[in-house]
């Protein structure tokens, strides 16, 4: 089991709805940018280390959108996380002894 499954899933949902928040305007960022990279007519070009952080961006944003769906995925399916001793302990069908 992975760590961040112990998380609430109110913290994944939460984690989606900050990603959406700032990946959404990535994709502007990216429209501009390819319209502007290296058009030597616009004064304004991004410079390469710009394109390199808004790649990155948009990477991180992705990585933390599936962080965040795999917790809610996670708790959605109901997974019962007891342990094969702890089950074995709470069950009415233990083994019997035998006499010899």
Sequence with gaps: MRDYHALPKMYG???????????????????????????PENPQNWSLVMVIWTIVAIGITIFVMAIGFDIVWYHDKNVDDTTLDEKAKDSNFKPAEESG
């Design 13 to 39: 949902t939460t984690l989606i709805f900050i990603a959406i928040i700032i990946f959404v305007p990535l994709l502007g960022f990216t429209a501009v940018l390819f319209t502007q990279y290296g058009n």
